[in-house]
């Protein structure tokens, strides 16, 4: 079996196996909390002066747990939270939703409902100050939408990356752009694709942050004058995920919307781009001799632009638009990289759970730098991921799973990220000649 289709395999194998393993934790029979625990911890946070709540809230919070909900059995105090623990009775999302609404009603929008699993696999609420309570009487003000700020970043990162695209993609010299700088205008073919890919990536995220009432800043792009003119765009949460539903849209937005701009841009710009001999210089980041073989999503892309053009002995000349295309598909399969708080580490957390996506995530991260010794191009993403937190931050409601459709979708796109990484099987390359 070629590696391609094995990996692939592997990756609905580690769908079933963590979906299993994930379903029976969540029914695994929970042993009653030492209560006597509980009130230790209690007492010495009393004594420290820790206590969030008093006694007679005490009381008020325990009536927002229904028996026959969420059995609760003991509190345990923390310097910035309240840890209730007890027995789930219900479906998570109705557990989560009840308590919620209870504890509003008491307290307003003084806590963060939060619920997690402990590391034995128990649910577990927690009541966590929140930064943004009206009852504080300093909510913050900051302005999160600065559309000043977000435009000059989109005028100045326009203005690199176009002399990024004169000098280093259109290939003019700095004296030809200093004599004429109408020549300037040979580097807007790859500076406009290049921004509307990484632009629209960041307004997927954005769109259906706001879809969920999320609080976030406006797609903020990275200018610098050299490279490719850009290191990307991003936004920047400012209030936590309400549930993994939600963790798991925000996260796959931004690929597929990256996508749906990169995919038609990189066909029209390969269609446009000129076939040239295969050399040893040819590989994954010569744009002039570029061999798309080591994907197998390039490869057949780059025989559907260019048809009986591209042969097995050729390789490929980027036009400029072609090569902002084949960045954006890079840029799309490292995001989507199941590792801590890439996008793809999002949508594992939210298929699988904190816990067992942090396991993909490592186990996605060994896998990288084995492949980087069979393609050494690939040893700085390797470095890159192991140099990143593994592990991903927990929604309000990490506990509730996703709907079988977004299981689906996630599993795609893990898929298209094998379909990037992966080489053309010899198989398939004799079947199409290239």
Known sequence: MELWLLLILLVFIAYFIGRYS??????????PENSATGSTVSQAAEKLGLRPIT????TEL?????WGVYYLQNL???PQAVLCRGK???NPDAA???????VEAEFGDRFFVIFQESFSGKPFFALVPNPYAQSRGKRLNDELTRPGLALALVVITLFTTTVV?????????????QSNPEALLKGLPYALALMAILGVHELGHYLVALYYKMRTTLPYFIPIPFFLGTFGAFIQMRSPVPNRKALFDVGIAGPVAGLLVALPLLFWGLAHSSPVPLTEESGLVNIQSLDPRFSLLLSLISKLALGSQFMPDTAINLHPVAVAGYIGLIVTAFNLMPVGQLDGGHIIHAMFGQRTGAAIGQLSRLLVLVLAFLQPDLLLWAIILILLPVVDEPALNDVSELDNWRDFAGLLALTILVSILL????TLSQWLNF
């Open 62 to 66: 325990r009536n927002c747990f229904p």
């Open 423 to 426: 080489p053309v099987p010899g």
């Open 96 to 102: 989560y939703k009840t308590v919620r609404n209870n």
């Open 76 to 78: 345990e105090y923390r």
């Open 55 to 58: 006694k007679q809230e005490e």
């Open 165 to 177: 695209g004169a000098t280093q993609i259109a290939g003019l010299s700095p004296e030809q752009v």
């Open 88 to 90: 789930l009775r219900t």
């Open 22 to 31: 994930v379903t029976r934790m969540n029914r695994m029979p929970t042993p």
